[in-house]
Structures are given as structure tokens and as C-alpha cells.
């Protein structure tokens, strides 16, 4: 005879830990942020993040099927953050760029938590929420539909992609990151203008540029190009 299904909230935990807590997902989600945050990506595990939250690890399993469903939870989680507060004014140019930038700001503050999650589709309730806020903006403002799922599609992947680059940027040692910038005053600042003309004007305006994220600038190419397409299409 099969056995029964128990209902999820019912395989939940409802007795504290030993150490007083009560375990919810977002409980769960925020510790393991912390551990991504403190230990890298090796270092979140069942074991450690049950030690963590003072419970055995397969109680975690009441709440995630496993760490790849915990994992889709934390991505779900970023975009949550870069949600909260954001409401459209009707301006879509405004909407989609305080969007994208709040969306890479929420990754690149977790660099390693976004090096987990930036090429998932978690298909949770934040992700839905924010692919749905990009959609009805580009619809709303007047877009057809093959132009909005196109836009849309350059606006995700263009943020998250960014989001991944600079994470990993921010992952790495200190040591490493400054090797990185100082690379830009120690090696293209005296390249000689006989053999890179190019590098040696650009120069002083590189050394500059080069240490901060190309982001902002993609966006708004992007935005510029949505809106001549808008143009175009209201001329039509």
C-alpha cells in the first residue's frame, strides 16, 4: 500500500532548536547567504549549515528537497531584495533602468552567492514577479510583443550577466583585486605610444573607467535602443 503524502507545512519543524529557533525558509535562505558570504560556495553544505542553524541537516530537507532546490531559493531571495520598494511611475525608460540596476546591485552585494545563482531560473515567486514588471513595462509603454520579449531577453541576461562578471571580480583575494586594478597604472599607463598608440592615449581615461562596472553605461545603450525601436514603431 502507498504511503500517505503529508502535506508540506506539516513535514515543517514547529519545535525550537536548541538553541531557540524556530526554522522557516527565509530563516534557512539568510543563514545560508551568510555562509556564502563568509565561506564561499565550497563552503555551504547540509552539515555545515545545519551546525549553523543548531539542527541536524536532514531536518533542512522538511523545507528543500535538496541543495539545488536551496540554491534556486538564495537566487529567488536577491531578486526579492532588489524588488522591495521598487513601484513603476509610468516612465519605462525610469522603470527598467531603476530594475536592472537594482537587480545587479543585489547580486554584486552577494558576489558569491550571485557566482551560485546568476545563470538559474528559479521559477519562484520573485523571479515571476520581476519577469512580469520588465514585461508590462515594455507592453505598457507601447512595444509589440515579438519587440518585448526580445528587449526583455537582452535586459535579463545583460544584468545578470554583468551581475556574474563583477561578482566574480569581488570574489576574488584582496590581493588579487588590487593586482587587477594596479595592472591598469603599472602596465597600460606605460605602454609606449610607438607600439600602442591606442592604449597609450586612452590611457589615463582607462585607469579611471576600468575599475568600475561597465554596467550602467550597457543599460542605458540598451534603453537607447529600445527607445529609437519605440520611435520607429509609433511612426509606423
Not at 561597465?214 to 519605440?230: C, E, F, G, N, Q
Request: with cysteine; aromatic share 6%.
Amino acid at each position: 500500500m502507498p504511503k500517505p503524502v503529508v502535506p508540506e507545512e506539516k513535514r515543517r519543524r514547529r519545535r525550537p532548536t536548541k538553541a531557540g529557533t524556530v526554522l522557516s525558509e527565509p530563516l534557512i535562505v539568510e543563514t545560508a547567504l551568510r555562509m556564502l558570504r563568509e565561506h564561499g560556495s565550497a563552503g555551504l553544505t547540509a552539515r555545515r549549515l545545519g551546525v549553523a542553524l543548531d539542527c541536524d541537516p536532514s531536518t533542512l530537507y522538511r523545507y528543500f528537497r535538496g541543495m539545488d532546490e536551496l540554491t534556486l531559493a538564495i537566487g529567488d531571495a536577491l531578486i526579492g531584495q532588489a524588488l522591495r520598494g521598487w513601484e513603476p511611475t509610468g516612465r519605462w525608460r525610469a522603470d527598467l533602468r531603476a530594475i536592472g540596476l537594482r537587480i545587479h546591485a543585489a547580486y554584486v552585494a552577494h558576489p558569491q552567492a550571485a557566482l551560485l545563482t546568476a545563470n538559474r531560473v528559479t521559477g519562484r515567486a520573485h523571479e515571476l514577479a520581476a519577469d512580469e514588471a520588465v514585461l508590462d513595462v515594455l507592453r505598457t509603454a507601447g512595444f509589440p510583443l515579438p519587440d518585448t520579449v526580445r528587449i526583455y531577453h537582452a535586459f535579463i541576461d545583460q544584468t545578470l550577466a554583468f551581475a556574474a562578471l563583477d561578482a566574480a571580480s569581488l570574489a576574488l583575494p584582496r590581493a588579487s583585486q588590487r593586482a587587477d586594478d594596479d595592472k591598469w597604472r603599472s602596465t597600460y599607463a606605460h605602454l609606449p605610444r610607438a607600439t600602442h598608440p591606442r592604449i597609450a592615449e586612452a590611457a589615463p581615461l582607462l585607469a579611471t573607467r576600468m575599475l568600475t562596472s561597465a554596467y550602467p553605461t550597457a543599460l542605458d545603450m540598451l534603453l537607447d535602443s529600445a527607445d529609437r525601436r519605440l520611435t520607429r514603431v509609433a511612426g509606423s
